[in-house]
């Protein structure tokens, strides 16, 4: 019994990683994939006219630092001269932005 009670734990931690994980995909897939493309390359033609960046660079990924990405999703972007290029979220929650911000993770090639 002793051994079972980590393992349960264990499973239940990995059931919540990958709901998170899952609702990431369906919200990046809904309010995302318009600009920054289904395979996150930025690809769109309103990915093209804002400047959407290649997530699946591994330099933009490792230049895009999580805490960065997550305020950008929240709060909108600006270019340096104030032009609105990504508007803030709407009614998702800082557990959901999360799960996007990891599920874009997901686009980086090694």
Same mark, same amino acid.
């Given at each position: 019994m002793k051994r079972l009670i980590p393992l349960i734990a264990a499973i239940i931690a990995t059931a919540a990683l990958t709901a998170t994980a899952a609702d990431g995909k369906a919200i990046y897939t809904?309010?995302?994939?318009?600009?920054?493309?289904?395979? =996150?390359?930025? !690809?769109? @033609? &309103? =990915?093209? @006219? &804002? =400047?959407?960046?290649? #997530?699946?660079?591994? @330099?933009?990924?490792?230049? *895009?630092?999580?805490?960065a990405a997550i305020k950008a999703t929240k709060d909108g972007f600006k270019d340096k001269d104030g032009k609105v290029l990504m508007k803030p979220s !709407? =009614? *998702?929650?800082? !557990?959901?932005? @999360?799960?996007?911000?990891? #599920? &874009?993770?997901?686009?980086k090639k090694k």
């Open positions: 809904k309010e995302c994939a318009k600009c920054h493309g289904a395979d =996150g390359k930025g !690809e769109t @033609k &309103m =990915g093209k @006219k &804002m =400047g959407a960046k290649d #997530y699946t660079d591994p @330099k933009v990924q490792d230049a *895009l630092k999580d805490e !709407e =009614g *998702l929650s800082d !557990e959901d932005i @999360k799960a996007v911000v990891a #599920y &874009m993770r997901t686009f």
